[in-house]
């Protein structure tokens, strides 16, 4: 019973190309997130969008960009890729208005910028 | 200074041996979460505490409010056990950003 889908477990890419990274949750979800995971730092938020076409600028949302035309699907875009964006990307959702809601993540997209 | 901090960073025990992850926060939270990252990259969300204690399986994690301080006890451990544990907790700012651990990379020996 997947929950959080993300389109590719294994990405790679070339300096300059335009990556789009697909997530769908199945769960009628408000709220998605984009994460990048790299070794020593943990999770770091890119992108969070709280409902349909409405998005909130995380941590480090330099060279990113997102999009959710519905509410199952939250993608992460990679304008114009360079190697410091060679990361682990994982998906999550919550439902909104319940502080103590749990989380769902995708299985991960190793991403790698060449 | 991380807001989150875990411990030990890495872990390795043998087969059958009682674990303890720490978690160590510093800010005012509504809620923590333990989530368990195999090899792979998916994760998986353990447990979500607000107080108290909660088990499940072999799996036990509590939390302190007034110390700002949570565990999470793996009991009889398993190689299967291996992967990395992450505590990550909802300030009570208002928002639904999350603040993560870096982990801790847990290896049990069969």
């Known amino acids: 019973d997947v929950k959080v889908t993300q389109s590719s477990r294994y990405l790679v890419k070339r300096t300059g190309e335009k990556v789009f990274l697909e997530c769908v949750q199945d769960?009628?979800?408000?709220?998605m997130f984009w994460y990048r995971q790299d070794p020593g730092l943990g999770l770091r938020l890119i992108y969070f969008s709280y409902d349909v076409k409405m998005k909130e600028k995380g941590d480090i949302p330099e060279g990113y960009s997102v999009s959710r035309e519905k509410k199952e699907r939250f993608s992460l875009i990679l304008e114009s890729a360079s190697t410091n964006q060679t990361s682990m990307y994982l998906c999550?959702?919550?439902?909104?208005?319940?502080?103590?809601?749990?989380?769902?993540f995708g299985q991960g997209t190793r991403l790698t910028v060449v | 200074k991380n807001e989150v901090e875990q411990s030990p960073q890495n872990l390795t025990a043998q087969e059958g041996e009682f674990i303890t992850i720490n978690c160590s926060y510093s800010?005012?939270?509504?809620?923590l979460h333990w989530l368990q990252q195999h090899p792979g990259g998916g994760i998986v969300s353990l447990f979500m505490?607000?107080?108290g204690k909660k088990k499940h399986g072999r799996l036990i994690a509590t939390i302190n409010i007034q110390e700002k301080h949570s565990s999470l006890h793996i009991t009889a451990s398993h190689p299967r056990d291996s992967a990395v544990y992450i505590c990550a907790v909802l300030p009570t700012s208002g928002t639904y950003k999350y603040i993560f651990g870096t982990g801790t990379r847990l290896k049990v020996l069969a």
């Open positions: 800010v005012g939270i509504s809620a």
């Open positions: 505490l607000s107080s």
């Open positions: 769960m009628d979800h408000e709220n």
């Open positions: 999550a959702s919550t439902k909104r208005g319940l502080a103590h809601t749990e989380a769902f």
